[in-house]
T-cell receptor, first 113, second 112 residues
Framework: DQQVKQNSPSLSVQEGRISILNCDYT??????FLWYKKYPAEGPTFLIS?????DKNEDGRFTVFLNKSAKHLSLHIVPSQPGDSAVYFC????????????FGAGTRLFVKA | NAGVTQTPKFQVLKTGQSMTLQCAQD?????MYWYRQDPGMGLRLIYY???????DKGEVPNGYNVSRLNKREFSLRLESAAPSQTSVYFC???????????FGNGTRLTVT
């Protein structure tokens, strides 16, 4: 049973437009959420996170939105750039230790020039 | 600044062979992790070490052992490799009780 779901395996966006990556979770005990970016042949790189006490966190072109009632979070990238093409993993944690971090299966983003 | 370093990058084993994947971090982190990534799945935790001298099982520990040699190094051992262990393995580290923030570039293991 997947506790963290990324239902879109891939997403294609035109350069300069907004990319929206979605993530759903089932465990209401999760209270800390992260997004990672992964390029081929490299390890994941931490991108942005959000605590359950917030509904939005912004860092430059990246914004994460959290809807606790819907158990849904999304990552917005504005404007999208070709260098953003990568696999994006959503992850959730109960904030009681990193070893409980659960990852989604990832969404591959293609940003077309 | 090397961050998290994993060796080797690639390995091919025959069923039943053993090997050790090495991981070292230079960020003075307490927590270290071993994950595996399989197609269509997220990263799954194999083992973690919250601090030097302690290790605990994660979601998929069967067939693996670990050693936290010191604060810098955390190795993963396959005693008798099986085709089901064909995967990409990632080591990660973080400050104490924090989610994994820094990952190595992975070891791609194929077991035939």
């Amino acid at each position: 049973d997947q506790q963290v779901k990324q239902n879109s395996p891939s997403l294609s966006v035109q350069e300069g437009r907004i990319s929206i990556l979605n993530c759903d979770y089932t465990n209401s005990m999760f209270d800390y959420f992260l997004w990672y970016k992964k390029y081929p042949a490299e390890g994941p790189t931490f991108l942005i996170s959000i605590s359950s006490i917030k509904d939005k966190n912004e860092d430059g072109r990246f914004t994460v939105f959290l809807n606790k009632s819907a158990k849904h979070l999304s990552l917005h990238i504005v404007p999208s750039q070709p260098g953003d093409s990568a696999v994006y993993f959503c992850a959730a944690d109960s904030n009681t230790g990193g070893f409980k971090t659960i990852f989604g299966a990832g969404t591959r983003l293609f940003v077309k020039a | 600044n090397a961050g998290v370093t994993q060796t080797p990058k690639f390995q091919v084993l025959k069923t039943g062979q053993s090997m050790t994947l090495q991981c070292a971090q230079d960020m003075n982190h307490n927590s270290m992790y071993w994950y595996r990534q399989d197609p269509g799945m997220g990263l799954r935790l194999i083992y973690y070490s919250a601090s030097e001298g302690t290790t605990d099982k994660g979601e998929v520990p069967n067939g693996y052992n670990v050693s936290r040699l010191n604060k810098r190094e955390f190795s993963l051992r396959l005693e008798s490799a099986a085709p089901s262990q064909t995967s990409v393995y990632f080591c990660a580290s973080s400050a104490r009780d924090r989610p994994p923030l820094h990952f190595g570039n992975g070891t791609r293991l194929t077991v035939t």
